[in-house]
């Protein structure tokens, strides 16, 4: 898709979503609308974090393997270098779990949210 | 620029700068913050340091010293998962209970993370210090 393609898509659904949070003034609207943000938030909030998270390890491993295999007595002191890596790369992905955690916790009950979602339509 | 990285030698001072960091951390909570944060602290910085002990201890018995493969495929997959799914119910526990205060569990859990940036550090002013003289 071109980038005007792009703009146009990303400006109506600016518009389509800054319509629609003016019509969830209501109360069940405004509730519908933070459960579909939290839902959205945590599942690529961790979907992204993820896949950082598996690109990054991928890299380290990559490179720890290819410098082992070329220098085999170097090993120890590589796989060292990688075990620290990988804590570092993983913790990162940790904080994104607990941030989804958090944002789970905060979703509110599903039973008046499926209510608010039928009277909706 | 030569880099002695003996495993033992590094694991057991990024343990001990990981335990000086969480006594520091927790220290500045409980005067600062309050009893949630505090243990929200200290609880994360046991979780993650026995997430890091149980990662290096996989990785470690699963390759020898030149890199070959000592244990089997499956069993370091399957320890990998299982660490991390404690780790996820460890956390789901934890914040589902309420009684931490979970900025100071994200706090507990940069332990790990402020210490090997520490180790990093030191062992960076060491090098340039020893090429100085």
């Known amino acids: 898709m071109s980038k005007k393609g792009v703009v146009g898509v990303l400006t109506a659904m600016l518009v389509l979503g800054t319509a629609s949070s003016a019509m969830a003034a209501e109360a069940a609207a405004a509730g519908l609308w933070t459960f579909f943000g939290i839902a959205i938030a945590c599942g690529f909030g961790i979907g992204v974090a993820a896949f950082g998270t598996g690109l990054g390890m991928g890299h380290a491993i990559n490179g720890a393997l290819q410098g082992t295999a070329r220098n085999p007595e170097a090993g120890g002191k590589i796989m060292t270098t990688m075990i620290i890596g990988l804590a570092l790369i993983e913790s990162l992905c940790i904080y994104a779990l607990l941030i989804c955690f958090i944002l789970v916790f905060k979703i509110p009950d599903l039973a008046p949210m499926l209510d608010a979602i039928v009277q909706s339509f | ?133």
């Open chain 2, 1 to 133: 620029m030569a880099i002695d990285l003996d495993w033992k030698a590094a694991y057991r001072e990024i343990k001990l700068l990981n335990w000086i960091t969480l006594l520091i951390l927790s220290a500045a909570g409980a005067v600062v913050l309050d009893a949630a944060s505090t243990l929200g602290i200290i609880l994360g910085g046991l979780v993650i340091m026995a997430n890091f002990g149980l990662l290096q201890h996989t990785i470690r018995r699963a390759f020898s010293g030149e890199g070959t493969m000592t244990g089997t495929k499956a069993s370091v997959i399957v320890k990998y998962y299982l660490r991390l799914l404690a780790l996820g119910i460890v956390l789901l526990f934890l914040i589902s209970r309420g009684w931490i205060n979970p900025v100071g569990l994200a706090v507990g859990l940069s332990t790990v993370f402020i210490s090997i940036v520490g180790f990093g550090i030191k062992r960076a002013c060491k090098i340039y210090t020893r090429e100085a003289t």
